[in-house]
């Protein structure tokens, strides 16, 4: 039922057609409930699979291989495109966010976006989506969007990425890009702002200074080459 309120509450406020929306509870692993899966997404002509989440829909030890492939497996056999929400997990040494499990649920991924919110306000819920992997692609540029309430529909409008809780997501030079855009500043000062190392920091514009991104004024002073240079890294 909240699925579907949600669903029409979103149909209603883009001013979209009508669209069906099933649920099924499922308390076995994927593989497992296979065949019933299959005849329900055949009786009903499902195209999209919203699987929420992962975790429940492989089963057993998420770090092992015999569930990330079985999982592909089962998935591969309903041939119909899907939506896979899973959690996280921190890479201990690069602090990287990835799919909580064996490396294999990346892997077989065609793309894979992490999604991030703020802390949400009585009326509206800012998110960002960051692209992390891709199979079949370049990586798509980060994207932000707000979504309105009003209790009867709600409206989804597309923003740039630049809210401070979504600041550290955004990779290093694109962060170090969106802080100059108020004005120059010192190494120091970027690293403070973006919760970047200083040694980092002073590596990434390096880079940007060789590609023409930005310009060092004066002795620990950088800038913006240009606002268009600052927009290619966004």
């Known amino acids: 039922y909240i699925a579907q309120r949600n669903a029409k509450y979103l149909q209603e406020g883009l001013g979209l057609p009508a669209f069906p929306l099933y649920h099924r509870r499922c308390t076995t692993p994927l593989a497992d409930d296979l065949e019933r899966v299959a005849n329900q997404v055949k009786d009903i002509g499902a195209e999209v699979l919203i699987i929420d989440s992962l975790a429940r829909a492989s089963g057993g030890d998420l ?20 939506l896979i929400l899973a959690q996280t997990s921190k890479d201990i040494e690069s602090k990287r966010k990835t799919i909580y499990g064996n490396a294999l649920f990346t892997y077989y991924s065609r793309s894979i976006f992490e999604l991030c919110s703020s802390e949400p306000s009585e009326d509206y819920l800012d998110v960002a989506l960051f692209h992390r992997w891709a199979n079949l692609s370049k990586l ?10 009003n209790g009867q529909h709600t409206t989804v409008e597309r923003q740039s990425v630049s ?27 970027l690293a403070e702002r973006t919760g970047i190392s200083l040694t980092t920091i002073k590596t990434l514009l390096t880079r940007m200074k060789k590609r023409g991104a930005v310009i060092n004024i004066e002795r620990d002073l950088w800038g913006l080459a240009s606002i268009e240079g600052s927009n290619q890294l966004l």
Do not use: C, W, Y
Not at 66 to 77: I, S
Not at 140 to 149: Q, T
Not at 168 to 186: P, T
């Open 63 to 82: 770090n092992k291989t015999e569930g990330a492939n079985a999982f592909f497996d089962a998935l591969d056999k309903l041939g119909a495109t899907s």
């Open 140 to 149: 798509h540029p980060d994207m932000g969007f707000r979504f309105s309430f």
């Open 163 to 189: 809210i401070a809780e979504f600041l550290g997501k955004v990779r290093g030079q694109k962060a170090i890009a969106e802080e100059l855009k108020s004005g120059s500043k010192s190494a120091k000062d």
